[in-house]
């Protein structure tokens, strides 16, 4: 049955083996004179003022990590609703105790202040 | 109707909850609630323990015998904790409960202002435990356990006032000797393992026969047969305990613990440990008639030569205590003889009137403000009736008067010697018919030493404390400094040489004697009425009657009883066919002795002194046996203990195994230390070596 | 398609969620005074549960949602256990959190979400839901060591062992999609009855990888680098969770993965046991005894312990099984009092880790050093404490399983042990007390009271083991 993923490995060799070939392509081909302005890291026509490296404030990952939580009940909410015919009440119960741990978890969020910016 | 196997737990654990109640939580429940709490858990164990009796004498319940816990079953080692009662169980718990409960009651006076209080309960307490553990078992893992736990509780209690150097000691020396003890019990117990592969008595009992035939070689190639030689280990575990020549050195010193000790532990119960456990394996000492040879020669020279060091005791408690060896060796010699019932019945009428007597003199040293010399007493009847008549009953008990009870069990005793065609029984009746004299001349020389005779002591009255107050805090203080005479520095005293300490003089009182409070009189009347007729009322079912069923075992050939039990006529007639009897003559012999020496001529008996000195200077100092034990085992021990501390610990064991191991061991953690560097991708890779580890692992088993 | 009665099996867990969800949102809304209820009912939903998990278990193993929830006995010892050692913990962390200002609401929710964890790890029928199980553990964990923001320390550790945990979850996953791969299945009673499977090489690296994942969880070497690191860095309040409740859930997990589910690949995996078992056993001792923090030289003394479980576990068969469930349990009970001790000395402001903390104790309060002492002899294995059986167990089930070599390792291993164990006893009873130190037990009395029991009963189980021993071996179908 392995058999069946060989597509899947074709498909890789090639996606790396055309990455590849492009690049070798481009570097033999292609003519090369750099000068200091070529070399300097392109920032929208500005000069470069700050390391690339900086520090981003907790609270984005914060709405980030939240974000991800409602993004995957949305991913789930969808494949439910369309068998949710076939599965009966059994699942709608199931799928409104998932939702009421969500919205536990969202008027706890909520409560102790982390949906505020400030 | 069976026994209820909840009834059984109960009584042995309801004393357990007491001592630990009372030990743990003493500071909070204070002194009432100690003595309350344990006195109620032994009463609770003493009443139930009768109805247990009841139900077995009246036939209503079968004897009991079942596993109650499993502890450990290592291939055919079957560890348990188990409950067998029958007759003689039963029995010993009414014994041990009853006597327990009356010392619990009497501790309430005796020790009233002692700071130990609460600890003294919870030891006594524990102690009772201890015994019915030991009594109630099964098997014989739970046997050594109880004779570790009395044990180790009268280790306790001897030195309860542990500030006192000799109480200490004293201690030290009776763990010691039971250890030489619990060491041939141990071994006798490993010796039924090995030859009946059990531990359980039922199942070893059964299989008794098996050891006929069967030997072992011990040293020098001669081959013992196996029967001897677990009734010969066996035995000298009851020589420690039962304190038999030549193990009985600790028990005149362990008369430095609290005088209801002495009652409890050293006169009543614990001591007849070795006497029960010898009765209860009779089926197994059965097998050997060399083993009850041994047993009687022992029994037979401790029921003499103990009792004659009694008469040169000037130290009240300690003539009790050479008195109870003395009676213990007859217990042995009638274990010795196959009277396996005649020990019994004497170990139960001894302990009530030997409880009496400690009990009593307990109260006569609380009367004296803890003056404990005999040679400062005399008179005392005067202001202590009832001490003054129960010690009476007690004594005369002890002096085997027809109808007491004593008379019935020590006669029963010497008869039973007479029969017996065992090798020694020619000996031991020497022995135990010599000991009737002794015990009646000690006996009463006690008596009038301290009840009769003019009064040797004097009144001083300090002024500036109330009496009432003074009382027992005085009382207990001064015992703790003043008991130190009976003693050097060694323990093998010279009890005569009573030094002089700081506090007072011998012979002057702060206060003139009194009668002691009801917790210690009642006791004493509560023991001086089983003193007196508890032999009359029992001797024709317990020793005749066949009354122990199964619990005892004796071969046709060796029942002794059994010949006399075709003599024997109804009580009644035992006690009138005793007054014509040698050992009644013999007694009655001692006491006109004790009478003219001590109550009419004292001055006769220092003249006598005189006459007898070398005599009476080995007596004085107990053949020795003290002096020799201590420059021989005691010194020899040290010296080969320093010798294998400088040779084999220190150097080899220290210097090699101890500290070069452990300086590899720590070289090897330093470096491993090195390795826990604190960087999370040298954990990582950590895990990454050890999955490629397992990996490779599996790679080359899977090659292989 | 699920029905009532499957829920009616997820009674004891389902009512621990709603439970943790009630506790969440009531932090989240009392206010200071009202908190401290939080604290008792959070104990009595975890005693609630320990009944509800006895008074529910049917008389036989049964399973809901298609076999990947199981209710068994093994399950009901271990989530019994798992309760009953947190509820000691919550007794016992009350007045540490509240000297630091650590906040306690987060703490018991997060704590009551883990031991779902556990109780749905131990339960597993199937490899998702051992996933599932110990994701819900180990990111409750995660959180919990971070508790304390304020330290470095605590954050330190939580980084390290978030990323570690990570990986090995990582590992461990891979380990299952491999093994999925070979059996075409996720449910572990049929992974087990699966014949001639098609690719044994991928199956057996799929049994490699998910022991790494079983390694880690228990912290056996070398899997156990983050160990130390976290006992010390995290809230002693916490680091008794890793050390209890999350020691009888891997031993869970190992026995759901490598048993219900590898069984057919015993042969294999009893040799890399066996090899943890050596490593463990080795490292926990050695480094144990150059520590000088008291929490770093329980964080080694654990991963000996695992060395001496996974002894039991090599045996591979119900015998080995209880004698290491066993282990699990007694370990767990006994280091509860060991870090119960120490959150009884610490004050505001000071933790008492270190062993030189202990110094005189004896002269302080007896009374815990008496429990100390306790608590180190059964640490050590001496009889007749509690570790002593254990001990005893797992080298008989080595033994019997022909690993004698390895009984030998580890009765060598634990004399070397006695010597840290000694040493904790030595400093309290013959050092003289660090000038200036005032180390003492608080006066908490539901602490003081449960300490001592829980301490005393170390004693009481080693003497009276037979019991708690048959229920385990009945667990595994052993009737004596």
Redesign the interface.
């Known amino acids: 049955m392995l058999a069946e993923y060989w597509p899947v490995l074709l498909f890789i060799a090639v996606a790396i083996g055309l990455g590849i070939a492009l690049l070798v392509i481009g570097l033999l081909a292609g003519t090369s004179r750099p000068t200091a302005e070529k070399l300097a890291p392109y920032e929208c026509g500005f000069e470069a003022f700050e390391d690339a490296r900086m520090k981003f404030d907790v609270r984005y990952y914060l709405i980030a990590i939240l974000f991800i939580i409602f993004d995957l009940e949305i991913a789930f909410l969808f494949p439910w609703a369309t068998v949710f015919s076939d599965l009966g009440v059994i699942a709608l119960v199931e799928m409104g105790l998932f939702l009421l741990l969500l919205v536990i978890g969202f008027a706890y969020v909520w409560k102790k202040g982390a949906l505020e910016w400030e | 109707m069976d026994l209820s196997l909840s009834v059984l737990i109960t009584i042995a654990l309801a004393p357990l909850v007491g001592a630990l109640l009372a030990g743990l939580f003493g500071r909070v429940i204070g002194r009432v609630g100690s003595h309350c709490v344990t006195i109620l858990g032994v009463g609770i164990a003493c009443a139930l323990s009768i109805h247990v009796l009841w139900q077995l004498v009246s036939g209503d319940a079968k004897n009991f015998n079942q596993d109650v816990y499993t502890w450990f079953q290592a291939g055919n080692l079957h560890v348990s904790v188990g409950f067998m009662v029958d007759r003689l169980t039963a029995m010993m718990m009414v014994v041990v409960t009853f006597v327990s409960l009356l010392v619990h009651v009497y501790t309430i006076g005796y020790m009233a202002d002692d700071p130990g209080y609460q600890r003294f309960f919870s030891y006594i307490s524990l102690f009772t435990f201890s015994m019915l553990m030991l009594v109630m078992s099964n098997n014989f893992m739970q046997l050594f356990f109880g004779w570790e736990a009395v044990g180790l509780v009268s280790y306790l209690l001897i030195g309860f006032w542990y500030k006192k150097p000799t109480a200490i000691y004293a201690n030290l020396k009776a763990f010691v000797v039971n250890r030489v003890g619990d060491f041939g019990f141990l071994l006798g117990i490993a010796a039924v393992l090995y030859f009946l592969n059990t531990l359980d008595y039922a199942t070893a009992f059964d299989s008794a026969g098996a050891l006929t035939g069967r030997a072992i070689t011990v040293v020098g190639g001669h081959a013992w047969p196996a029967a001897t030689v677990i009734g010969v280990l066996l035995f000298i575990g009851a020589m420690g305990k039962s304190a038999q020549v030549p193990l009985h050195v600790w028990l005149p010193d362990s008369m430095e613990g609290p005088t209801p000790i002495s009652a409890l532990i050293h006169a009543a119960t614990m001591v007849t440990a070795g006497i029960f456990m010898v009765a209860r394996m009779s089926p197994l000492f059965e097998m050997s008639e060399g083993a009850l040879s041994f047993i009687l020669v022992i029994g037979a020279t401790t029921a003499l030569f103990t009792g004659l060091i009694g008469i040169v005791q000037n130290d009240i408690k300690r003539v009790i205590a050479y008195s109870t060896l003395s009676q213990l060796g007859y217990m042995t010699v009638a274990l010795g003889v196959s009277a396996y019932s005649g020990a019994v019945f004497h170990l139960m009428t001894h302990a009530f009137f030997k409880a009496l007597l400690f009990l009593g003199a307990g109260s006569v040293i609380i009367g004296m403000h803890h003056e404990q010399d005999m040679r400062y007493m005399g008179g005392l009847r005067k202001y202590m009736p009832v001490t003054w008549i129960t010690m009476w009953i007690g004594s005369l008990a002890l002096a085997g008067t027809p109808f007491f009870a004593g008379f019935y069990s020590k006669d029963a005793i010497i008869e039973a010697v007479g029969e017996s065609h065992r090798w020694g029984a020619g000996y031991a009746y020497f022995c135990v018919m010599a000991g009737v004299f002794v015990t009646s001349l000690y006996s009463f020389r006690l008596l009038y030493m301290t009840f009769h005779g003019a009064e040797r002591f004097t009144v001083v009255g300090h002024h500036g404390h109330g009496h009432a107050a003074h009382g027992h805090a005085a009382v207990v203080g001064g015992q703790s400094i003043h008991s130190d005479p009976g003693h050097d520095a060694h323990g093998h005293d010279a009890a005569d040489e009573h030094k002089e300490d700081s506090h007072h003089t011998p012979g002057e009182l702060e206060h003139a004697p009194s009668e002691s409070p009801w917790v210690v009189t009642v006791p004493l009347i509560l023991l001086a009425i089983p003193s007196l007729l508890i032999g009359f009322f029992t001797v024709g079912p317990m020793l005749y009657g066949g009354w122990f069923g199964k619990a005892i075992h004796v071969e046709e050939q060796n029942n002794v009883l059994g010949e006399l039990a075709r003599d024997f006529h109804g009580a009644t007639a035992a006690a009138l066919h005793g007054f014509i009897q040698l050992p009644f003559l013999l007694a009655l012999a001692g006491f006109i002795v004790a009478t003219v020496i001590y109550l009419f001529k004292p001055a006769l008996a220092d003249s006598i002194k005189r006459a007898l000195h070398p005599i009476w200077r080995v007596l004085d100092k107990k053949y020795w046996v003290d002096e020799v034990y201590f420059a021989i085992f005691a010194k020899g021990g040290v010296k080969l203990g320093r010798a294998f501390w400088r040779g084999g610990d220190a150097a080899v064991i220290d210097g090699v195994l101890i500290d070069g191991s452990a300086s590899l061991v720590e070289r090897i953690a330093s470096g491993g230390r090195r390795l826990q560097s604190g960087f999370l991708y040298h954990y990582a890779f950590a895990m990454i070596l050890g999955l490629i580890l397992l990996l490779g692992g599996y790679w080359l088993v899977g090659q292989g | 398609?699920?029905?009532f009665n499957d829920f009616l099996i997820l009674l004891p867990e389902a009512y621990l969620?709603v439970a943790a969800?009630v506790i969440?949102?009531m932090?989240?809304?009392l206010k200071g005074g009202q908190r401290v209820a939080i604290h008792w009912l959070s104990i009595i939903v975890l005693l609630v549960g320990a009944w509800l998990v006895i008074d529910g278990q049917p008389a036989t193993a049964v399973s809901g949602f298609s076999g990947m929830f199981i209710r068994d006995p093994v399950a009901e010892i271990l989530k019994v256990f798992s309760l009953l050692t947190t509820a000691l913990m919550f007794i016992y962390s009350r007045g540490y959190l509240r000297d630091r200002n650590i906040n306690e609401g987060e703490y018991y929710a997060l704590t009551l979400f883990a031991v779902i964890g556990i109780m749905v790890l131990v339960s597993a029928g199937s490899l998702v839901t051992v996933y599932l199980g110990l994701e819900l553990l180990t990111l409750s964990s995660y959180a919990l060591v971070a508790l304390n923001r304020d330290s470095k320390l605590s954050s330190e550790a939580a980084?390290?062992y978030f990323?570690?945990g990570a990986?090995?979850s990582g590992?461990l996953l891979y380990g299952m999609s491999m093994i999925y791969?070979a059996t075409h299945s996720l449910d572990l009673a049929t992974i087990l009855h699966v014949q001639n499977v098609e690719w044994r090489?991928l199956m057996?690296?799929g049994v490699?990888?998910a022991?790494?994942g079983i390694?880690?969880k228990l912290g056996a070497?070398?899997?156990h680098?983050?160990i130390?690191?976290v006992y010390q860095g995290a809230p002693t309040a916490v680091t008794i969770f890793i050390g209890t409740a999350q020691k009888i859930a891997a031993f869970g997990m190992a026995y759901r993965l490598l048993d219900s589910g590898l069984g057919a690949y015993a042969h294999?995996w009893r040799?890399?046991l066996a090899?943890l078992a050596v490593l463990s056993l080795a490292?926990g001792n050695?480094?144990a005894?150059?520590q000088t923090n008291l929490k770093r030289l329980l964080a080694y003394s654990t991963i000996s312990h695992m060395g001496f479980l996974l002894l039991g576990l090599v045996e591979a068969n119900p015998a080995g099984y209880s004698a290491a469930m066993f282990y699990a349990i007694s370990y767990a009970l006994t280091s509860a009092a060991a870090f119960g001790i120490i959150l009884a000395m610490s004050r505001a402001g000071f933790e008492c880790e270190e062993i030189d903390d202990f110094k005189g104790l004896n002269q302080r309060s007896p009374w815990f050093a008496f429990l100390m002492m306790l608590v180190m002899f059964s640490l050590a294995g001496v009889p007749p404490l509690f570790g002593f059986f254990g001990k005893l167990l797992v080298l008989q089930s080595a033994i019997d399983a022909g690993f004698l070599w390895l009984a030998v390792v580890g009765a060598v291993f634990a004399i070397?042990g006695l010597?840290y164990y000694l040493r904790v006893v030595k400093v309290m009873y013959f050092d003289a007390p660090v000038e200036g130190t005032d180390v003492r037990a608080q006066p908490d009395m539901p602490l003081r009271f449960v300490l001592s029991l829980n301490a005393l009963a170390l004693l009481a189980l080693g003497i009276?083991w037979?019991p708690l021993f048959a229920w385990c071996q009945r667990a595994f179908g052993i009737t004596a």
Do not use: H, Q, R, S
């Open positions: 398609m699920p029905t969620t969800c969440l949102l932090d989240a809304f980084i390290k990323v570690l990986l090995a590992m791969g090489n057996l690296f490699v990888f022991i790494v390694g880690f070497a070398p899997f680098m983050w130390p690191d294999e040799m890399m090899v490292i050695l480094l005894i150059v070397i010597y009276a037979g």
